[in-house]
């Protein structure tokens, strides 16, 4: 894990704010869902993403297809071939 050097605190109600630096370097948006996951005395936040869904389009199918890391469903991968 790489640390950023970024110390948030936790208000009265639980929260904090996630860095704009971060955000903007991940997508994160206002609709963006994150999961949430522990491990020992670590708290990872990721990306909610369906499984099957698509990384451009954000649909979510059976016939999506793993390619540089990104996951494509058909409709977007007919679009790009034929760019």
Request: charged share 30%.
């Amino acid at each position: 894990m790489k640390s950023t050097g970024i110390i948030r605190n936790i208000d009265s109600l639980g929260r904090f704010v996630l860095p704009k630096e971060l955000r903007l370097a991940f997508g994160i948006t206002v609709d963006t869902p994150l999961e949430i996951f522990t491990e020992d005395d670590t708290i990872l936040l990721r990306k909610y993403r369906p499984a099957g869904c698509c990384d451009l389009c954000g649909e979510v199918t059976a016939d999506t297809v793993v390619y540089r890391g990104k996951h494509i469903c058909a409709a977007c991968r007919r679009e790009l071939a034929s760019l």
